[in-house]
Each structure stands twice: as C-alpha cells, then as structure tokens.
C-alpha cells in the first residue's frame, strides 16, 4: 500500500521565524516521485517541487528548503525566515504508477506578523 | 500558458439531482486527473484519462463518472447527488509527472 504522513496538523510561527513541515511516506514502488503544494484560501493546489526516488540531493529555492532522506522515508519542507504569505494548508504527496497521487492530509501554517 | 481552468466555480445542488463538473487542462497536457477534497476524507483520487481512455479510477461508486475529449478537456459527472458529496472538486492536468491543479469546483449538495 501507499500512505502519506503529515503529523503536523497545524502549525504556528511568528513572522521571520522558520519552520519546518514534516512529510514521511510509505510505498512498495522502487520508482515514485514526492512532491509538495500549498493551498492558499482560494482553493487551488499550487505545486512547489518535485523528487524523484533516485534523486535523494535536497534542494533549496530561495526561502523554500527540501530535504529527502530515503534511509527515513521523509519528504521535509523548511521555509526560512516565513511570511505572512507563507500562511496556507501544504501538503505533501506521493505518485507511482501503481497507486497515482496519495496525498497527505495536510499541515495548516500560520504565520503571525 | 493558461493554467487549468475548472468551471464552475461554485455550485449548489439539491439531493437527487445530477452535476457535470468541467476540466480544461494546460495546452499540450493529456492526462486530467480529478480529485475530491472533504475536511474528513482529505485529497481523495477519484480518476485519471489520458488520450480520451480512463487509465486509473479511484474507489468512488459509480455514481461518480468521467470522459475525456479528443481536446483533452475533461468532464465529471455526479449523479443522484448526496449530501455527503460535498467537497471540492479539483482536476489536475499533467504532461509527465508532476500535476498541475486548477482552482476546483466547489459542490455543495443541499
């Protein structure tokens, strides 16, 4: 089976400080691919990374951190220095040909000015 | 490029009655997918059509139907609405992997 962990159910910072959103998955494929979106209140799912199975280099685009770790099956999100902005529901998925999209159930961030 | 564009927008329903929920993907994408999301089920797959040809359904009744045009846009159909239909109703279009989502359809079934 496929499953998708988000822990967090909610989180809450103070503007400027960082947080990390945690995401462990569970799947039988030896190929799938992790990803990452966040839903603003407007209701679309908007996507923010992609990671393959074989490709374990995190990556960081500007305030946005990724870290993969297979040997943990983790998918961790680190957002430095957050924004109001930032504030939204993020949630993290898990796609293989076998199962298609297994999302989590989400974490909701609050970021207080 | 235009994004995914889901219409409507917001719907009301009442029991019984059936909807037709619409999907058009990005230019050049040939895969639509289509999600339910409820506060106590979450992101739920519901099914996915590339090339006109459903090639993987979620497990939903058969109330829950969908095609795919030569175009690629998509359409989905509830029929004999409950209320626990309730949700929003994303479609999300992709070329390789890696979905693009639109803005959904928000159902409410009265």
């Known amino acids: 089976a496929q499953k998708v962990t988000q822990a967090q159910t909610e989180i809450s910072v103070v503007e400027k400080e960082d947080v990390t959103l945690d995401c462990v998955y569970e799947?039988?494929?030896?190929?799938?691919?992790l990803f990452w979106y966040k839903q603003p209140p407007s209701g679309e799912l908007v996507f923010l990374i992609r990671?393959?199975?074989?490709?374990?280099q995190n990556e960081i685009s500007g305030r946005y951190s990724w870290n993969f770790q297979k040997s943990t099956s983790s998918f961790n999100f680190t957002i430095t220095a957050s924004q109001v902005v930032d504030s939204a529901v993020y949630f993290c998925?898990?796609?293989?040909?076998?199962?298609?999209?297994?999302f989590g159930t989400g974490t909701r961030l609050k970021v207080l000015a | 490029k235009a994004g995914v564009t889901q219409t409507p927008r917001y719907l009301i329903k009442t029991r019984g009655q059936q909807v037709t929920l619409s999907c058009s993907p990005i230019?050049?994408?040939?895969?639509v997918s289509w999600y339910q999301q409820t506060p106590g089920q979450g992101l739920q797959f519901l099914f996915e059509?590339?090339?006109?040809?459903?090639?993987n359904k979620g497990n939903f009744p058969g109330r829950f139907s969908g095609r795919q045009f030569s175009n690629s846009r998509s359409e989905m159909n509830v029929s004999t609405l409950e209320l626990g239909d309730s949700a929003l109703y994303l479609c999300?279009?992709?070329?390789?992997?890696?979905?693009?989502f639109g803005q959904g359809t928000r159902l409410t079934v009265v």
């Open positions: 230019s050049g994408h040939r895969s």
């Open positions: 990671r393959n199975s074989f490709d374990e």
């Open positions: 059509y590339f090339s006109e040809t459903q090639r």
């Open positions: 998925a898990c796609h293989s040909g076998t199962y298609k999209y297994i």
């Open positions: 999300a279009s992709s070329l390789g992997s890696g979905a693009f």
């Open positions: 799947t039988r494929d030896t190929t799938y691919y």
